[in-house]
Each structure stands twice: as C-alpha cells, then as structure tokens.
C-alpha cells in the first residue's frame, strides 16, 4: 500500500526552527517529485515546495523561500522540511504529497502534522 | 504567486449541478494544460478528483467534469449527492516552475 506519514510538528516559539519528516512507504521513491503543501487553521490549501527524485532539483513558493529548506533521503524513503525564522503565520497543517510519475499533479497525500508557533 | 481566483462558496440542491470556477493568469492556467482538483472534507486530507485539466482517476465519480477557457477552469459537479459537501481546490502548475492553489470553494448541498 502507497503511503506517506508525516511527523515532526509541534509548538515552537517565533524565530525558532522545526524539521519536518515524511516517511514514504509502497513504492518507488527515488523516482517520484515529493511535494510539500500547507493548510493554516480555517484557511486554503498552499503549495511550498517540490523536490526531484535526484534530491538536488528543488523548488520553492515565494513565500517561504531562504526560510524554509526541502531535502530526502532516498536511501530512507523520507521526505523533509526544515523551517527556520519561523513566524505565527507558518501555523498549519503541514502535508507531503507525491507528485505522480511524469505528470504534473500530486496523487497520494499523507494526513498531515501540525505546527503551532506561538510563544 | 497569488493564489487562483475560486468562488468562496456554492450550494446546490441533491440532484443539480453546480459549477465551481477557478481562474488565474497567462503564466499558470494559460500556459499550461496542467490543473487539478482536490476535494477535501473536515479535517480530512485532500483527495485528487481530476488532473490535467479534464482526466478523473480511478475510482473518481463522472459526475465530476472540468473544462478549460483561457485562463479560468471550471469544475462541473453534475447529480449533487450529499457526500459532495466538502472544499474543493484547484491547482495549477505554474511558470517558474511553481504551483499555485486556488482559495477554496465550500460547496453545501441543501
């Protein structure tokens, strides 16, 4: 079974920093783009971040860019974000995605960790 | 990066159809044949309805259809069933290399 689970979050205070994880399991994952996506409480799905199978080939949303750091491990199917100067609006549910094989849409999604900055 | 333009909410009787818009720019849904639906019930993951444009995945009902103009795409959800209250989202890849979501459309079935 193709599965994500992501795991990581918790309380911060502002200016801290938190690394993310999201651990792959049922298929492949050295040949799938891993995304990472956001939900802030009551508010809209947001794309941050993407990562090629080659673990170098990143992208990043303006928003959290020189902030907020995408790698994997294909060596241990995992997925990570770190996050620094972390801010009160980084507060979200944070989820990894795959992005399905030679396409341009993420097709399984993890349940997502949450992340609450606040002091 | 703004995020794609998406009515904030839609409602429809069991048995109608509704129709769901989302529109961006030349650099996003223009340029590319590259847009996705996600429906998302509370506190739920999302889950993928529709991808480039118009393709449904396995398991995915027809009563989900999309089609695209320009730059605005619009989901059809035909036969509204009470299952299908939920958020629903679009997604666009985008110029740079990014994605951009929509703001989210909240569909009630009354």
């Known amino acids: 079974e193709v599965q994500l689970v992501e795991s990581g979050g918790g309380l911060v205070q502002p200016g801290g920093s938190l690394r993310l994880s999201c651990a792959a399991s049922?298929?492949?994952?050295?040949?799938?783009?891993m995304h990472w996506v956001r939900q802030a409480p009551g508010k809209g799905l947001v794309w941050l971040s993407r990562i090629k199978g080659d673990e170098i080939t990143t992208n990043y949303a303006d928003s959290v860019k020189g902030r907020f750091t995408i790698s994997r491990d294909n060596a241990k199917n995992t997925l990570y974000l770190q996050m620094d100067s972390l801010r009160a609006e980084d507060t979200a549910v944070y989820y990894c995605?795959?992005?399905?094989?030679?396409?341009?849409?993420?097709?399984?999604w993890g349940k997502g960790t949450t992340v609450t900055v606040s002091s | 990066q703004s995020a794609l333009t998406q009515p904030a909410s839609v409602s429809g009787s069991p048995g109608q159809s509704i129709t769901i818009s989302c529109t961006g720019t030349?650099?996003?849904?223009?340029?590319?044949?590259?847009v996705s639906w996600y429906q998302q019930h509370p506190g739920k993951a999302p889950k993928l309805i529709i991808y480039?444009?118009?393709n449904r995945p396995s398991g995915v009902s027809n009563r989900f259809s999309v089609s695209k103009s320009g730059n605005t795409a619009s989901l059809t959800i035909s036969g509204l069933q009470p299952e299908d209250e939920a958020d629903y989202y679009c997604i666009s890849y985008a110029s740079s290399s990014t994605y951009v979501f929509g703001i989210g459309t909240k569909v009630t079935v009354l």
């Open positions: 480039d444009v118009s």
């Open positions: 995605a795959r992005g399905a094989y030679l396409a341009y849409y993420m097709d399984v």
């Open positions: 030349s650099s996003d849904i223009g340029a590319y044949n590259y």
């Open positions: 049922g298929f492949t994952f050295s040949t799938y783009w």
